[in-house]
């Protein structure tokens, strides 16, 4: 087998694998290295101590483990039982958690010991979940994971049933909701051809948390079942993804903007220690890209590139560096011609090319998505056969999307609308700042008026005359109207490890009553 294409065309599985290249390594971490070979047997060892604890077809299984091989097991045992594993967020709450391993059905709880405290109060609440193992050490009210393991045979189970994976949604109005399906949708040719690890040739490093579904599917599912290997970093930093990817050689892996931000802005003389020649293709999504930072990456990786629209709900589009250099800011075009529109405010109106609205995209015939026992919510996502993910951009005379922010991001000031996304981009070349944030907060004349957030790069002071700086360059470069009315310096701006930034944070902590404004 030479490509993801034949690798997803005909079940391939780590038992596949094993048979095949039992040797290999399927998973490098700092917690331990599993071959195709082991990683098999434990996950066979698993699926039947799943089934011994009464873990059956289509019951949940909630998965709250660190970027370690263990958690690699567990996938792969789940997908061999029938079962529906949802991977939860460990920076939750024990509150937190334990609504999502009650709302998803558990009838497992897999937890780090890393995280016992919140493990074990998340399973108490959430008073389901008979089944509960400990990764890493005791936590308690778990039994130990290789204890579990070791009482079971690793040879490959006869009776392998096909399992799912629900995520669930980050929560940003409400409760977040399991984006739940029955069946797989078609996986386009465009994401196969793109997506190919050549069988003995390829190595995926996974910069993100495994919790997170662009990792998860983009740095785990689709290379394992590929045959490739892949190192999984415990926390990310520039350096260290720079010398993983010169020490293994790394051919394949996916970053997020702010990811590139910070690699750009490492000294010349870790640059130039770093062996990036190996890289055939780097991922990124998740979050709008500026132009001058992905241009720089691309100058200094080569066009290896590959930027895709997506959430947990579906995929919209691909762009190759080819393509974007074509069409500079562009997230891609969709396969098919009818798969994006753009309505307007009502969602009733689909809009000319270069007008601004709400994207919405093609459901698939076969796997479209609900959210887990919400009607209502499932229902208000959709218009006709389309849905939303509450993003705001236009296509182009061509065809090619350009997104400008999230509807819930939009500032409105006197009457205007306010893309921050488009100051943020302007802002995060300076070479004072590391990362921005640029939130609409309560003005008694304009209704709101624009605020950046701004952390700062090591060496630079906060000051006033650096904020005015700030203003005055974005001046030179936007409309008056869209540039910040105040510039406010934070030790940290509140990014999850994937790369997302929690705006609604900081909106409300602007928007607290005791709130300077």
Same mark, same amino acid.
């Given at each position: 087998m030479e490509s993801f294409r034949e690798a997803a065309t005909s079940g391939m599985t780590p038992a596949f694998w094993a048979a095949h290249q039992a040797d290999v390594a399927a998973v490098i971490s700092p917690h331990g290295d599993r071959t195709f070979g082991e990683l098999n047997a434990n996950a066979n060892r698993l699926? +039947?101590?799943?089934?011994?604890?009464?873990?059956?077809?289509?019951?949940?299984?909630?998965?709250?483990? !660190?970027?370690?091989?263990?958690?690699? %097991? #567990?996938?792969? $045992?789940?997908?061999?039982?029938? /079962? &529906?594993?949802?991977? =939860?967020?460990?920076?939750?709450?024990?509150? %937190?958690? /334990?609504?999502?391993v009650d709302d998803c059905e558990a009838a497992a709880f897999v937890a780090d010991a890393r995280f016992a405290g919140v493990a074990a109060d998340a399973g108490a609440r959430a008073g389901a979940a008979p089944a509960r193992l400990a990764v890493g050490g005791p936590i308690a009210g778990f039994e130990d994971y290789p204890d579990a393991l070791a009482a079971e045979d690793p040879a490959d189970i006869d009776d392998p049933i096909p399992g799912r994976t629900m995520f669930y949604t980050s929560g940003t109005t409400g409760r977040p909701k399991g984006v739940h399906r029955t069946e797989d949708p078609p996986r386009s040719d465009t994401a196969v051809a793109l997506l190919a690890h050549p069988v003995g040739e390829s190595l995926h490093l996974c910069t993100g948390p495994l919790y997170h579904a662009a990792p998860f599917s983009f740095s785990l599912a689709i290379p394992l079942v590929s045959g490739c290997g892949v190192v999984l970093m415990d926390a990310w930093s520039p350096e260290e993804?720079? &010398?993983? =990817?010169?020490?293994?050689?790394?051919?394949?892996?996916?970053?997020?903007?702010?990811?590139?931000? &910070?690699?750009?802005?490492? !000294?010349?003389?870790?640059?130039?220690?770093?062996?990036?020649? !190996?890289? +055939?293709?780097?991922?990124?999504?998740?979050?709008?890209?500026?132009?001058? #930072?992905?241009?720089?990456? =691309?100058? @200094? @990786?080569?066009?290896?590139?590959?930027?895709?629209?997506? $959430?947990?709900?579906?995929?919209?589009?691909?762009?190759? !560096?080819?393509?974007?250099? &074509?069409?500079?800011?562009?997230?891609?075009?969709?396969?098919?011609?009818?798969?994006? +529109?753009?309505?307007?405010?009502?969602?009733?109106?689909?809009?000319?090319?270069?007008?601004?609205?709400?994207?919405?995209?093609?459901?698939?015939?076969?796997?479209?998505?609900?959210?887990?026992?919400?009607p209502d919510k499932t229902e208000g996502s959709y218009r006709d056969d389309y849905y939303t993910m509450g993003d705001v951009g236009f296509l182009d005379e061509d065809g090619y999307l350009f997104l400008t922010d999230r509807s819930a991001n939009l500032i409105i000031s006197g009457g205007v609308n306010i893309y921050p996304a488009e100051v943020e981009a302007e802002l995060v070349v300076h070479p004072a700042v590391a990362d921005v944030a640029v939130i609409g907060v309560p003005d008694d004349e304009w209704g709101e008026s624009v605020l950046a957030v701004v952390e700062l790069r090591p060496g630079q002071e906060a000051s006033d005359m650096l904020a005015a700086e700030l203003i005055e360059h974005c001046r030179a470069r936007l409309a008056r109207f869209k540039c910040p009315k105040r510039v406010d310096f934070i030790d940290q701006l509140p990014r999850s490890d994937a790369g997302k930034l929690y705006k609604r944070r900081l909106r409300d902590q602007y928007r607290a009553p005791s709130s300077t404004q």
């Amino acid at each position: 087998m030479e490509s993801f294409r034949e690798a997803a065309t005909s079940g391939m599985t780590p038992a596949f694998w094993a048979a095949h290249q039992a040797d290999v390594a399927a998973v490098i971490s700092p917690h331990g290295d599993r071959t195709f070979g082991e990683l098999n047997a434990n996950a066979n060892r698993l699926a +039947r101590a799943l089934r011994a604890r009464g873990v059956g077809p289509d019951d949940g299984v909630a998965l709250m483990v !660190s970027n370690r091989p263990e958690f690699v %097991e #567990v996938v792969a $045992a789940v997908q061999r039982i029938g /079962a &529906r594993l949802t991977p =939860i967020n460990w920076h939750l709450t024990a509150e %937190e958690a /334990a609504y999502i391993v009650d709302d998803c059905e558990a009838a497992a709880f897999v937890a780090d010991a890393r995280f016992a405290g919140v493990a074990a109060d998340a399973g108490a609440r959430a008073g389901a979940a008979p089944a509960r193992l400990a990764v890493g050490g005791p936590i308690a009210g778990f039994e130990d994971y290789p204890d579990a393991l070791a009482a079971e045979d690793p040879a490959d189970i006869d009776d392998p049933i096909p399992g799912r994976t629900m995520f669930y949604t980050s929560g940003t109005t409400g409760r977040p909701k399991g984006v739940h399906r029955t069946e797989d949708p078609p996986r386009s040719d465009t994401a196969v051809a793109l997506l190919a690890h050549p069988v003995g040739e390829s190595l995926h490093l996974c910069t993100g948390p495994l919790y997170h579904a662009a990792p998860f599917s983009f740095s785990l599912a689709i290379p394992l079942v590929s045959g490739c290997g892949v190192v999984l970093m415990d926390a990310w930093s520039p350096e260290e993804t720079l &010398r993983l =990817i010169t020490e293994h050689h790394v051919t394949h892996t996916h970053l997020v903007p702010i990811m590139f931000h &910070r690699l750009l802005a490492v !000294s010349e003389e870790v640059k130039a220690q770093a062996d990036v020649s !190996s890289l +055939r293709l780097v991922l990124h999504g998740a979050a709008p890209c500026p132009v001058p #930072v992905k241009q720089a990456i =691309i100058d @200094w @990786w080569g066009p290896v590139v590959v930027e895709y629209y997506a $959430a947990t709900e579906g995929v919209g589009t691909w762009v190759t !560096s080819e393509e974007w250099l &074509r069409k500079p800011g562009t997230v891609g075009r969709p396969a098919e011609v009818d798969h994006i +529109r753009i309505l307007d405010d009502t969602g009733a109106s689909e809009l000319p090319p270069g007008e601004v609205g709400t994207v919405f995209l093609k459901a698939p015939t076969t796997g479209r998505f609900d959210y887990f026992k919400d009607p209502d919510k499932t229902e208000g996502s959709y218009r006709d056969d389309y849905y939303t993910m509450g993003d705001v951009g236009f296509l182009d005379e061509d065809g090619y999307l350009f997104l400008t922010d999230r509807s819930a991001n939009l500032i409105i000031s006197g009457g205007v609308n306010i893309y921050p996304a488009e100051v943020e981009a302007e802002l995060v070349v300076h070479p004072a700042v590391a990362d921005v944030a640029v939130i609409g907060v309560p003005d008694d004349e304009w209704g709101e008026s624009v605020l950046a957030v701004v952390e700062l790069r090591p060496g630079q002071e906060a000051s006033d005359m650096l904020a005015a700086e700030l203003i005055e360059h974005c001046r030179a470069r936007l409309a008056r109207f869209k540039c910040p009315k105040r510039v406010d310096f934070i030790d940290q701006l509140p990014r999850s490890d994937a790369g997302k930034l929690y705006k609604r944070r900081l909106r409300d902590q602007y928007r607290a009553p005791s709130s300077t404004q």
